[in-house]
């Protein structure tokens, strides 16, 4: 006969506080930033991103900004994919969260936010000006 093995109920409450309270209070307070708290947030992991991660974001950021679905479907089956079995990787979270405050932010903001983010690498900003332009809606942000 096996003996069952019983866990104490304080490991087994702190597992789940760890794993399921504690990412939603990050989360949480994550989406109660203001508008410029998370842009600052954004600017900062981009600069943290490596080339890879940064093309990555490209046809994800190009998308937002020419209101029209990017020419390569993947993007669009990758953003829908559900990762239940596991988790997220943390550039996976912070593009899940700039799509989330994207939605939110009024033009002005979403023209601060492309502004700064063109200063920070010229590499990127040529890429994405070169993809901004299969798009009309942005012509005077990128001639700024």
């Known amino acids: ?59 994800i950021i190009s998308e937002k900004y020419s209101n029209k679905p990017y020419v390569n479907g993947i993007v669009n089956n990758i953003a829908n994919v559900s990762c239940q079995e596991k988790p997220m990787s943390l550039f996976q979270c912070r593009v899940k969260l700039f799509r989330e405050w994207f939605n ?23 890429k994405l000006k070169h993809e901004l332009q299969n798009g009309a809606d942005n012509q005077e942000i990128l001639e700024d």
């Open 104 to 126: 939110l932010w009024n033009m002005e903001q979403r023209d601060v936010f492309l502004k700064r983010l063109m200063e920070i690498d010229d590499v990127f900003t040529d």
């Open 1 to 59: 006969m096996t003996a069952v093995k019983t866990v104490p109920y304080a490991t087994t409450k702190k597992f789940f506080v760890d794993r399921f309270i504690s990412p939603l209070k990050t989360v949480t307070a994550m989406t109660m930033l203001g508008v410029d708290e998370q842009i600052r947030y954004l600017l900062q992991w981009f600069n943290e991103w490596s080339e890879l991660q940064r093309s990555d974001f490209l046809p």
